[in-house]
Each structure stands twice: as structure tokens, then as C-alpha cells.
């Protein structure tokens, strides 16, 4: 029998829509799915533990996974790297698991062309006055980078089109729903592929 690889998911959209909040609440829920925890070369927050919200490593680490191939994407985003570890994602697809990403614009638009059968969701906040107040409110940025975030929020809404699906985060619950809606959409899209892939290779043995 073929083993079916799984499928990537990518959530992204622009700094404090909700990423975060919308991953950890879908997480919570149980889930097939399965999390990449990324690189990163921020320092960590109170309360963040490393291997669980991310691999955090100095730049001269970072810089070697990046010389060493390691990385399937990687982006410098507000004087920090971000990237995607290479191995865990393909691993996991190749055992027939679906992977989920949470993940900057820059970098999902690099994800898209070495996996252009992954599945791309944007998250879009209510309204840009609602996106500042959510990154003011979380309280963990200064005004400065506040503004440079909303700076790079509007050009990012821009790339919009480039998803296949736009989900508005207005009440988290919602947007966890929607999400789950997609992943269960795209299994019986691909149900019906294979399907029909099983039947021509039955009529091609005839
Ligand atoms: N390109 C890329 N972006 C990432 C990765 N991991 C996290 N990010 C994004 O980097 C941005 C900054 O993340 P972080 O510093 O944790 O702040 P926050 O998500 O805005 O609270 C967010 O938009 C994350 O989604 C990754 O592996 N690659
Ligand atoms: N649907 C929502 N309604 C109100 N506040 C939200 C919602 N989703 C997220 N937030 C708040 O917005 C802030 C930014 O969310 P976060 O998940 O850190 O964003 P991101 O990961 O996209 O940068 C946090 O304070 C979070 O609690």
C-alpha cells in the first residue's frame, strides 16, 4: 500500500494578529497535528522554555544551521532570526504526519516554493487600530518597535493574496474553529486525489 506523506500547514500573518494565541489554543485542543518548534535567536521571555516555545541559539549557532543546510527557510525579522528546522519537517511528513507551522510572511512565502502542496493560512486581525492594541496590550514591545511592527503589518497584509485561505482573528475560539475546518477540508481533498489515483492504477492493472 502507498503511504500517504502528511500535509504542512502554514499559519502566519502579521506580528500580534494572534499566531501565538491561535497555535497554543488549537494545540490545547487535541490535534493530530504536529507542532515545529522553531530556531531563534531572540532571547527568551519570562516563562518560555527552551525545545518547547523554541530552540533558542546564539547568532553563530544559527548562522552554522543556516551554512549547514539545516534550515528550511529562515528570516531576519525585527533584528532577530527566525527558521524552520529542515530534518523535523520532513521526517515528520515522510512518516505520514501533518506538520504545522507558525511562521513570519517573509518566510512562508520562501516555505511555498520548496513546498508549493503546503497548505498556507493568513490570519488577519479585525482591523489595523485592533492589531496595535494587541501589540500594545501584550505589553512586551517598546513604542519604537511597536511602530516598526505596524510599519511591517501593512505591507504584510498586502501579500494576502498569495494564501490559500484568510482567517480573521476576531474571537479566538472562532478563529481555532476555522482552522480546524481547513485541516479537515484539505484530508478530505486529498482523500478524494487518492482515491482517484487508487482507481486509475486498478484500471491501468486490468
Ligand atoms: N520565518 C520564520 N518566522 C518565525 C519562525 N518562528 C516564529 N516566527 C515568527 O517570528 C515572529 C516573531 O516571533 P516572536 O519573537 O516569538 O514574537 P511574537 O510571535 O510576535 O510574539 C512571529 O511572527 C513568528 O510567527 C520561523 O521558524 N521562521
Ligand atoms: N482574538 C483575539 N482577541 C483579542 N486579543 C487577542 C486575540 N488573539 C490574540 N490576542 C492578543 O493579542 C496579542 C498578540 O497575540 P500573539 O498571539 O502574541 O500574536 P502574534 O503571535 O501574531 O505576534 C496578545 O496579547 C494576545 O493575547
Known sequence: MIKEKGILFIL?????????TVRKALF????????????????????????????FKSREEFERLIEQ?????????VGNYYGTPKEYVEHTLEQGKDVFLEIEVQGALKVRENFPQGVFV???PPSLEELKDRIVSRGTETEEKVKNRLLAAKEEIEMMDAYDYVVVNDQV???????????????????????????????DQS
Open 28 to 55: 490545547d485542543q487535541s490535534t493530530d497535528l504536529r507542532y515545529s518548534i522553531s530556531m531563534t535567536t531572540r532571547d527568551p521571555r519570562e516563562g518560555e522554555v527552551d525545545g518547547v516555545d523554541y530552540f
Open 69 to 77: 543546510g539545516q534550515l528550511i527557510e529562515h528570516a531576519e525579522y
Open 173 to 203: 475560539d472562532s478563529a481555532v474553529k476555522k482552522v480546524q475546518a481547513i485541516v479537515a477540508s484539505e484530508h478530505c481533498k486529498r482523500e478524494r486525489v487518492s482515491n482517484q489515483y487508487k482507481k486509475a492504477l486498478e484500471a
Open 122 to 124: 493568513f490570519l488577519i
Open 12 to 20: 502566519s500573518g502579521p506580528s500580534g494578529v494572534g499566531k501565538g
